[in-house]
Every structure is written in C-alpha cells, then in structure tokens.
C-alpha cells in the first residue's frame, strides 16, 4: 500500500528566508506526485506536479520541487517566502497502474511565515 | 470561469439526521471525489466516481451514501450512522487518472 509523510506539521520562518517543506512517500510501484496549498477555510489549490521528464518541477507562486526516485521523496522549495505564503501544505501521491485517479495524501505542513 | 462549487459552505445537523452536501462542476471532468478532512489528518476519501451512473467507496464510506446521476453533479449524504460527523468536506474532480484534482471550496459541518 502506498503512504504520504510530511515530515513537519510546522514550519516557522522569517519573512524573506528560503524554506524547504518535507514529503516522503512509500510505493512499491510509480507515482505521480503533486503539491497542493489551502489557505484557511478554503479548498485546495495545485502548486505543481511530477508526472514524468525533468525531476525539478517548477509551479505557481515561486515554488518548485525535486523528484528523488532513490530516497522516494518530493521537497518543496522556495528561496524567499512572503507573508501571504502562509497556509497549509498538502503533498500527494496517485499511482500510475490504478488508473482511478485516487489521491493519497500527507497529514499537511503549516508554513508560518512571520514578519 | 470553469470551477467546481459546494454548497452550502456551512451545514449544521442535529442528532438522527441525514444532510446532502452538494457537489457540481462544470469542467466537463469525468471523475469526481469527496474527501473529508480533519485537523491533522490530512484528506481522507469518502467516495469516487469515475462514470456516470457508477461509484466506489473509498477509506471511510461508512456512514455516508453519493449518486452521481449526472456528469456535473455528485452529491454526498451524510447519514445518522455516521456518528462523528464533524468535519471539513471537500469535493474534486479530474478529467483522467493522471491529471490533477480540481477542488471545490469546500463544506464544514458540524453537529447542533
């Protein structure tokens, strides 16, 4: 069975700081990977995603992210943070053979950005 | 614009009885989702449906029931066997397997 781990439930940083969020996933099989972001009281929104090609996936707001196949993990990067990048972070994982689609998600990681 | 919309966006339900949360798209998505999510836990999968007229449980069926009678609609019902009710529900849909969810904005319930 495949399982999402957010390595942190919290993420302080300063204002201008770069930040790396954590996401390690366990599948004995390929996956499409994928970022998502909620700000409070709000659905999810796609970051980025890795279905296949270059391993450094770049997405909306400044972020991107590196596929590593060999240690099965998916980080989340961004050299310098804004306060309105405060919000939830949700990594995923679907498996390719599935074929329904289905999403396996992380616990979250809660980026605080302060000022 | 083309988006998913969830309705309503707050829901409260007293004890013994069954609420629909109501989920429509019109992206033209194939297959739709819900999830419920509570604090900590990440998004957990209710139910999907990946066709008109057809649906599978996903981790944590029990105590809800869906339809999805048109393409554009997939509406959830919570039942009075879903006995922890309380939560933040959130409906998607994708066109295919490997593309990404598009996600509503959600419905919080909660118990009176």
């Known amino acids: 069975a495949q399982s999402v781990t957010q390595l942190d439930s919290q993420v302080p940083v300063f204002e201008e700081a770069p930040v790396e969020l954590r996401c390690n996933y366990s599948?004995?099989?390929?996956?499409?990977l994928f970022w998502y972001v909620q700000y409070p009281n709000q659905g999810l929104q796609l970051l980025l995603k890795?279905?296949?090609?270059?391993?450094l996936v770049k997405g909306i707001n400044g972020f991107e992210a590196e596929f590593n196949k060999s240690q099965t993990s998916f980080h989340l990067r961004k050299p310098s943070v804004h306060i309105s990048d405060t919000a939830e972070y949700f990594c995923a994982v679907s498996v390719l053979s599935s074929n329904t689609g289905k999403l396996i998600f992380g616990q979250g990681t809660t980026l605080q950005v302060k000022p | 614009d083309g988006g998913i919309t969830q309705s309503p966006k707050y829901l409260f339900r007293k004890e013994g009885q069954n609420v629909t949360l109501s989920c429509e798209q019109n992206?033209?998505?194939?297959?739709m989702y819900w999830y419920r999510q509570d604090p900590g836990q990440g998004l957990r999968l209710i139910y999907y449906?990946?066709?008109?007229?057809?649906?599978q449980k996903g981790d944590i069926a029990e105590g809800y029931s869906v339809s999805r009678e048109k393409k554009e609609s997939f509406p959830l019902t919570v039942t009075s066997a879903q006995k922890n009710p309380t939560a933040f529900y959130l409906c998607?849909?994708?066109?295919?397997?490997?593309?990404?969810?598009?996600f509503g904005d959600g419905t919080r319930l909660s118990i009176l």
């Open positions: 992206l033209n998505h194939d297959a």
């Open positions: 599948s004995s099989v390929s996956v499409y």
């Open positions: 890795y279905l296949s090609g270059s391993t």
């Open positions: 449906s990946q066709i008109v007229n057809d649906f």
């Open positions: 998607a849909s994708n066109m295919r397997s490997n593309q990404p969810q598009h």
